[in-house]
């Protein structure tokens, strides 16, 4: 199980942290991914880190404004995004890759 948390409505150029709790599974054996859904648009990948060796990949969009992390004794994978923009908004969600889902937060970004 993946539980999100974190969303919510900020001004352009904020900040938010997003959390994604886990259990019911070995943390070491996946890696955690974020992803985004946008009204209208596909889901796109957000970043991911693998817990077992910590390399991490962003996406273009978010590069050098997101920062991924993990604490791997809490079971918790974090999302921190600064410099946040209108396009920024969507419900994010977390992906334990290949095999679970969180149900998703929403994080609005006003102009």
């Known amino acids: 199980q993946l539980v999100e948390s974190g969303g919510g409505l900020v001004q352009a150029g904020g900040s938010l942290r997003l959390s994604c709790a886990g259990s019911?599974?070995?943390?070491?054996?996946?890696?955690i991914a974020w992803f985004r859904q946008a009204p209208g648009k596909e889901r796109e990948g957000v970043s991911c880190?693998?817990?077992?060796?910590?390399?991490?990949y962003y996406a273009d969009s978010v590069k050098g404004r997101f920062t991924i992390s993990s604490d791997s004794g809490k079971n918790t994978v974090y999302l921190q995004m600064n410099a946040l923009k209108p396009e920024d908004t969507a419900v994010y969600y977390c992906?334990?890759?290949?095999?679970?889902w969180g149900q998703g937060t929403q994080v609005t970004v006003s102009s």
């Open positions: 992906n334990a890759v290949g095999r679970y």
């Open positions: 019911g599974f070995r943390w070491a054996d996946f890696a």
């Open positions: 880190i693998n817990n077992s060796g910590g390399s991490t």
